[in-house]
């Protein structure tokens, strides 16, 4: 599928929407990956870029979308024409709920065990273009409310709220991203690494800048405001 996708030549591409082939791996049951391929457009209409239509997203100039972008990027549930959200906290669940809920009638939202979902190929398309451009993003608002979203499905701390901050990726082209991304907030001493047993690449953001990170993210993040629900004299978020 790879290669047809890859083989147009040179003059159909000058006569085409310009388009992204990207590479999208799913969990088997088995503890193995399936790696999936999809050819997607890319439109550029002013400074929106990264969605082939804003019918129903604006990840990248509106911060409740981009933080929901951030959390379908870390816990996302797709298949065929469906696109959802696979968590296990019913905050967060409740908090796709709502991005779905104005868009479509809630007769349309299907609830699975720990997925929530719906039917619509459009859509799925709007998260796969957003999420194969994020490279794209440069508002630092907009970047902090997306790594709210990524924090709250596969980010973590240490109570002491200064070690251990990570979150955590299946694929290290997404883990790299992100790191950038960081740089565009100034938020630069990160490294990546791999663990082989757990097939994960991780995020690490130094304690030494683990303050400002979660002082970033604090106004959008579901799981940090439950974290620091008691006031902190030795932490103070502005």
Known sequence: MVDALLSYSQSERKHTTPSRVIEIAKPAHNGETFKFYVKINIQTNG???????????????????????????????????????????????????KFLKKIFPEERIKFNRNHIFVNSRPLLREFISAKASLDRLEDPDIIKAYFAGRFDGDGSIDKNLRNDCRIVYGRKEE????????????????????????????????????????????????????????????????
């Open 47 to 97: 400074n929106t870029v990264g969605s082939i239509s804003t019918n129903f997203c604006n990840f990248f100039s509106k911060i409740e979308d981009s933080y929901i972008l951030g959390l379908w990027c870390a816990d996302s549930y797709w298949w065929s024409s469906s696109v959802g959200l696979s968590n296990t906290d019913d905050k967060l669940i409740g908090e796709f709920r």
């Open 175 to 238: 883990a790299e991203m992100d790191k950038k991304l960081l740089g565009k907030i100034r938020i630069s001493n990160t490294k990546i690494y791999y663990y082989k047993g757990a097939r994960t690449f991780c995020l690490y953001i130094s304690r030494y800048q683990a303050k400002e990170f979660l002082g970033n993210i604090y106004p959008y993040s579901i799981k940090l405001q439950k974290l620091v629900l008691v006031p902190r004299r030795d932490l103070v978020f502005h």
